[in-house]
């Protein structure tokens, strides 16, 4: 899978938008992004997935370049429930090798009231 | 509430001995996944299974082994424990082969003396 590259952690205020990075220069044109996110104590947590289009859900947005080498997870309106460690993956769903997920170091985020 | 259920919670057991973690995945979930969050290694993916045959295989070691019953729940057992095996080992779940949701259970905590 092709690599990402994820700012180790950032700040964000309360009912603030926050803007997450990912850049992952050498994607391929079949790979898709994806966005998790752990909670302290918790387990991974699916955020959101996309391929060329942004994309919508009621946790986030996701807007990818269109070049596709790099894309920004939006949090709309950070909550201090939203404080986590954000992980940006590339998946290839035509790989054989199975659908594992690789995760890197991730985002630290940290919302102050 | 990912619906995906692991036990035990936390475990504690000294070198040399074995243990079995279970992992009971979203109703109708067919794949199950095992991975393990240690602090030097983060969240590396160790195995997989869909519908009984196991799927693929990370970087889990030969003193390791799972498999997946007819009902579809999983269970990991660790062998020869080292203190190095001291993590956090978190069950997955997805409907079928597709990548693009995984659901993550609480984990269980595994501490090696």
């Known amino acids: 899978d092709a690599k990402t590259t994820q700012p180790n952690s950032m700040e964000s205020n309360e009912e ?3 803007h ?3 850049n992952h220069s050498t994607i391929s044109g079949t790979d898709y992004i994806h966005w998790y996110r752990q909670l302290p ?6 955020v959101i997935h996309g391929l060329t289009s942004n994309v919508n859900n009621r946790m986030a947005s996701l807007a990818i370049a269109e070049d596709r080498k790099s894309s920004t997870l939006i949090l709309h309106r950070a909550t201090l429930r939203d404080a986590a460690v954000y992980y940006c993956i590339l998946r290839d ?4 090798a ?3 997920l690789t995760f890197g170091g991730g985002t630290r985020l940290m919302v102050k009231p | 509430d990912s619906g995906v259920t692991q036990t035990p919670k936390h475990l504690i057991t000294a070198t ?3 243990v079995t973690l279970r992992c009971s995945p979203r109703s109708g979930d067919l794949s199950v996944y095992w991975y393990q969050q240690s602090l030097d290694q983060g969240l590396q993916f160790l195995i997989q299974y869909y519908n009984g045959e196991e799927r693929a295989k990370g970087n889990i070691l030969e003193r390791f082994s799972a498999q997946q019953f007819p009902d579809l729940h999983s269970e990991l057992n660790l062998s020869s424990l080292e ?5 956090l080992y978190f069950c997955a779940s997805s409907v ?9 259970g609480p984990g269980t905590r595994l501490t090696v003396t």
């Open chain 1, 16 to 18: 603030e938008p926050v």
């Open chain 2, 83 to 87: 203190l190095g095996d001291s993590a």
């Open chain 1, 41 to 46: 104590s918790q387990g991974p947590e699916y």
């Open chain 2, 96 to 104: 079928g082969l597709d990548p693009y949701e995984q659901y993550f």
């Open chain 2, 16 to 18: 040399g001995q074995r």
């Open chain 1, 98 to 100: 199975g659908n594992m």
């Open chain 1, 20 to 22: 997450l990075p990912c």
């Open chain 1, 93 to 96: 769903p035509h790989e054989d």
